[in-house]
């Protein structure tokens, strides 16, 4: 479990979540649910928050105001919602600039925006917010995750590597991670699927995007 807090945490506020591959949404099984919550708040207390600049920090701000104010939009409709705010949900260091503490919200509903961001494009918050999710059956996550126009990553942890098979090739999205994050390989193709968009950067698959294929028909006869 150690391994899943740190790792799905690398997802959600790396590059304080402004990333599109960022972990917005976490499914946890139902049997080590409250366990896994609070090994995240006791985890996400290790993330420094500062100056960009400085060797130490490891959370900086976001991109710039109108992305400070949806995030936090955002936030205050997950309380509003009912879901339960864990930690953070505020600027970490007041009016001196942009940063919002890295935040953890249990007891999030699919419905709620924080986990579909109904209306948004796109689909992801875009900020460190981690929504943390239950479920009860390997079928149920698989059809909860997949319940997005959006498919570029996924992650797993388990140490089942049938239940890593299995769910990998139910997953509707380009990459699929098992038990790590954000493992991006120049050898590796990158892409999605859905509204996530066409064609992979990076492999030899990348080598189509600047190739052009010519069909050639002959009919053929006879006198020929």
């Known amino acids: 479990m150690v391994l899943a807090v740190e790792e799905s945490q690398k997802g959600a506020f790396y590059n304080q979540g402004q990333c599109c591959t960022a972990a917005s ?13 609070r090994r995240s708040v006791e985890n996400v207390k290790k993330i420094v928050v500062g100056d960009p600049l400085d060797p130490s920090t490891s959370h900086g701000p976001q991109i710039d105001r109108k992305q400070f104010d949806k995030i936090m939009d955002l936030i205050e409709s997950g309380k509003e919602e009912g879901a339960r705010l864990e930690c953070g949900g ?5 009016e001196d600039g942009l940063f919002i503490a890295p935040t953890i919200f249990s007891g999030v509903k699919d419905h709620m925006r924080i986990a579909t961001q109904e209306n948004y494009t796109p689909s992801q918050i875009f900020g460190p917010v981690q929504c943390i999710l239950s479920f ?3 079928q149920e996550a698989i059809e909860r995750a997949n319940a997005s126009q959006y498919g570029l990553v996924a992650a797993l942890f ?62 053929l006869n006879e006198t020929l």
């Open 25 to 37: 949404r976490i499914f946890v099984e139902e049997s080590i649910y409250e366990e896994f919550v």
């Open 90 to 94: 505020g600027a970490a260091m007041g």
């Open 158 to 219: 388990t140490t089942s590597v049938d239940r890593a098979l299995s769910v990998s090739s139910a997953l509707e999205c380009g990459t699929v991670w098992v038990n790590c994050y954000n493992a991006l390989h120049v050898q590796t193709p990158f892409g999605g699927f859905k509204m996530s968009g066409n064609g992979r950067e990076l492999g030899e698959y990348a080598l189509a995007e600047y190739s052009e294929v010519k069909a050639i028909t002959i009919k």
């Open 136 to 138: 009860k059956s390997q």
